[in-house]
C-alpha cells in the first residue's frame, strides 16, 4: 500500500509540473483530463491566440507539434517515475527536470478544427535512458488531427 501512495504522490507532482509550474504549458492552456501509470490523456481547449490559419480558424501546427511533445515527454516521465519506488519526491523532481525531447517527428494529418483537443499515447519502447513514445491528437468529433513519434532521454 505504501507503494501506491508514494506512486500517487509523485503523479501528482508531474500533474502539477505540467500544468502549473512550465510556463510554456500554461501558456497553452495544458490541462491534464487524465494521470495514471497506465492512463494519461492531456486535453486543450481551443483559442483565438491558438489559431495559425486566421481564414480557416485552424490550430497552429506548432501548437499541435507542442502538445504532443508534451504529452510524450509527460508518459516518457510516468515511466520513468514508475520505477523509482524507493525515491523521495525532491529526487524524483532533480531526475525528471532531466528528461527532455531527442526527437519529435509529427505527421499532420487534418486541419486543427474543433472546440477542444486531447492528446494521448504510448510507450513503444522504453530503455535505461531513452524512450520512444507514440502520440496522437485528437479534435472534440474524435477527428484524429496528427500524430507523433518521440524520443525521450529519461535516464
Do not use: W
Amino acid at each position: 500500500m505504501v507503494a501506491r501512495k508514494d506512486l500517487q504522490e509523485k503523479l501528482d507532482y508531474l500533474r502539477e509540473m505540467y500544468e502549473k509550474l512550465i510556463p510554456f504549458d500554461r501558456l497553452l492552456g495544458i490541462e491534464i483530463d487524465t494521470l495514471t501509470p497506465a492512463d494519461i490523456k492531456v486535453r486543450i481547449d481551443m483559442r483565438e491566440e491558438l489559431i495559425g490559419n486566421f481564414i480557416r480558424g485552424m490550430l497552429h501546427g506548432g501548437v499541435i507539434s507542442s502538445v504532443l511533445d508534451l504529452t510524450g515527454g509527460l508518459i516518457a516521465s510516468v515511466e520513468f517515475v514508475k520505477h523509482l519506488e524507493n525515491v523521495e519526491l525532491d529526487e524524483v523532481a532533480r531526475r525528471v527536470a532531466r528528461v527532455g525531447t531527442i526527437d519529435l517527428r509529427v505527421d499532420y494529418l487534418r486541419a486543427g478544427k474543433g472546440v477542444y483537443f486531447t492528446a494521448s499515447g504510448t510507450v513503444l519502447r522504453k530503455g535505461n535512458k531513452v524512450a520512444v513514445i507514440r502520440t496522437e491528437l485528437c479534435n472534440d468529433q474524435n477527428l484524429l488531427i496528427a500524430a507523433g513519434t518521440g524520443t525521450y532521454l529519461v535516464g
